[in-house]
């Protein structure tokens, strides 16, 4: 079971963290990612990190504002998000998979999602 929060409202340029707390699984045999949803839009890949903390990647879209990590003591990931801009509004979702990887088919635990809107 996933479950996210930090979700919230906030102004362009402004800051909020989101964590993904796990339980029910092996956490540090899986890659952890998040992904977002915007009202009539597709689900998308934001960012991933490795089993360990070395290993990340990031959409273009987020690159160098926003900052994926993880604590396998803790069983839990969080998603960083700085530099917020209005486009960056959605639901997002933590997921567990088996590798790191950018599609939705490729993860098979999903968290309930968390709101994030950015007001202009």
């Known amino acids: 079971q996933l479950v996210e929060s930090g979700g919230g409202l906030v102004q362009a340029g402004g800051s909020l963290r989101l964590s993904c707390a796990a339980s029910?699984?092996?956490?540090?045999?899986?890659?952890m990612a998040w992904f977002r949803q915007a009202p009539g839009k597709e689900r998308e890949f934001v960012a991933v990190v490795g089993r360990s903390t070395v290993n990340t990647d990031y959409a273009a879209a987020v690159k160098g504002r926003f900052t994926i990590g993880r604590d396998n003591a803790e069983n839990t990931a969080y998603l960083q998000m700085n530099s917020l801009k209005p486009e960056d509004t959605a639901v997002y979702y933590c997921?567990?998979?088996?590798?790191?990887?950018?599609?939705?088919?490729?993860?098979?635990?999903w968290g309930q999602g968390t709101q994030v809107t950015v007001s202009s």
């Open positions: 997921a567990a998979g088996s590798a790191m990887l950018y599609h939705v088919r490729d993860y098979y635990a």
């Open positions: 029910g699984l092996t956490y540090n045999t899986y890659t």
